[in-house]
C-alpha cells in the first residue's frame, strides 16, 4: 500500500508537500502538484480513512447493516453501495445480522466504538420494537446519520428508500386478475418484517378491490425463507380440497421454496397453478416456465441511500427524506391467461 512517505521519497519532496498536492491545498507548484497527482494514481494511492478522521474529525467510514448477505437481493444491494461508496472516497463495515436484532444492536454498539461516520441499514425481523428504536435513536442523538433502505423502523426521525411495496403486490393481484384468475393464493412474510407486511396490506387491498375469491387456508406462512416455504406450501396443498389457480409469493425465496414442493407433489405451473413473485432475479429466465416477477430498482435504491446518507454526513441539520420508488412487473411463463 503506497503512503504519502514513499511518494514523498520518490518524488524528492516534503510529505507535507505531496499532502498539500492531493488534498487541493495552496502552496505547491501547478506542474509538481499535476505530477504528484499523476504518481500518485498510478501506484493506487488511497487516503487513509482513520488517518482523515484523527485529521479532521470526520470520519469515512460507513455502516452497512445486511439481514442475509446470502439472498441475491441483499448481496446486489450491498455491491452496488459499495461501488457508490468507493467512488466518493469511502469504505465500510458489513454487519450480516442473520435476521437476528439481539445480533444486530450488538453491530450498532460496535459502530458507535469505531465511531462510524453514520449507517446504511436493512434491519432485521423486529420484534422488540422499543429496544431496536432505542439502539438506532441513541446513534441518531449523537448526530450521526441512519438511512433505511427497503425496509424501516417506524418511529425514528431518520431517512429511507423503499419500494411501494403496497402498490406493487396490489399490481401483481390485478395483473393475475387480468389473466382470468379469482381463485389466488399468497406466501407470506414473517410478521413485523415493514417488506412483509406492506406487500401482504397490498395484497389483501387488491383481493377487496376486485371482489376475488380468498381463503384462510390459501395463505401459507413462508417467513421469506425457502425451506419454511417448501414444508409449509407442501403441507397446505396436499391437504386443500381446492387449490387456488395462481400464488403470489412476497418474496424470491418463498417462490423457490413453492416450486421445490410443487414438484413434489406432480403440480404444474402454470398449467395447474399460476406463480408470481417479488424480487427479479437473473435466473428466472432460465426457469421452466420462466418466473413472471416483480423487480426491484436495486441499484437506484442503492445509489439514493448512500447518496442521502453521506449528505446528512456533510450537513446534520438536512431534512430527512422519504423515497419511494416504483417496481416493475416483469412478464415472462409462469402465470397463463384462463379467461
Not at 126 to 146: C, D, H
Not at 151 to 171: C, H, P, Q, W
Not at 275 to 302: A, R, V
Request: glycine residues 6%.
Amino acid at each position: 500500500m503506497t503512503r504519502i512517505v514513499d511518494l514523498a521519497k520518490m518524488l524528492n519532496v516534503a510529505p507535507s508537500t505531496i499532502s498539500k498536492a492531493l488534498n487541493n491545498k495552496p502552496g505547491v507548484n501547478p506542474e509538481l502538484r499535476k505530477k504528484i497527482v499523476e504518481v500518485a494514481e498510478k501506484l493506487g494511492y488511497r487516503r487513509n480513512p482513520m488517518a482523515i478522521y484523527l485529521k479532521t474529525k470526520k470520519s469515512k467510514v460507513i455502516g452497512l447493516v445486511i439481514p442475509n448477505v446470502s439472498n441475491y437481493f441483499f448481496g446486489k444491494l450491498v455491491l452496488s453501495i459499495e461501488k457508490c461508496l468507493y467512488e466518493r472516497g469511502y469504505q465500510y463495515i458489513l454487519s450480516n445480522t442473520d435476521e437476528n436484532e439481539e445480533k444486530e444492536m450488538e453491530y450498532l454498539q460496535t459502530y458507535s466504538t469505531y465511531d462510524v461516520g453514520g449507517i446504511i441499514s436493512v434491519t432485521a425481523l423486529v420484534t422488540m420494537k422499543r429496544k431496536m428504536v432505542q439502539a438506532y435513536n441513541s446513534f441518531l442523538i449523537s448526530g450521526k446519520p441512519v438511512v433505511f433502505v427497503d425496509r424501516i423502523i417506524k418511529g425514528l426521525n431518520a431517512s429511507y428508500v423503499v419500494l411501494d411495496n403496497t402498490g406493487a403486490a396490489f399490481e401483481a393481484v390485478e395483473y393475475l386478475v387480468k389473466n382470468g384468475h379469482r381463485r389466488i393464493g399468497v406466501i407470506i412474510g414473517p410478521k413485523g418484517v415493514y417488506t412483509s407486511e406492506k406487500r401482504l396490506e397490498g395484497f389483501l387491498k387488491a383481493v377487496n378491490t376486485f371482489g376475488i375469491d380468498f381463503r384462510e387456508d390459501w395463505m401459507v406462512k413462508g417467513e421469506f425463507s425457502l425451506k419454511t416455504s417448501y414444508e409449509n406450501v407442501l403441507n397446505a396443498f396436499s391437504n386443500l380440497k381446492e387449490i387456488p389457480t395462481a400464488l403470489v409469493a412476497l418474496n424470491n425465496m418463498m417462490a423457490m421454496g413453492a416450486l421445490e414442493a410443487f414438484k413434489e407433489l406432480g403440480i404444474k405451473v402454470p398449467e395447474d397453478v399460476s406463480i408470481l413473485t417479488f424480487d427479479d432475479m437473473p435466473w428466472h429466465k432460465f426457469f421452466d416456465p420462466p418466473l413472471t416477477s416483480i423487480s426491484q430498482p436495486i441499484e437506484e435504491m442503492s445509489i439514493l441511500s448512500a447518496s442521502i446518507l453521506l449528505e446528512e454526513m456533510r450537513n446534520p441539520h438536512k431534512k430527512k427524506r422519504a423515497v419511494v420508488l416504483k417496481g416493475k412487473l416483469v412478464e415472462r411463463g409462469s402465470v397463463l391467461n384462463i379467461k
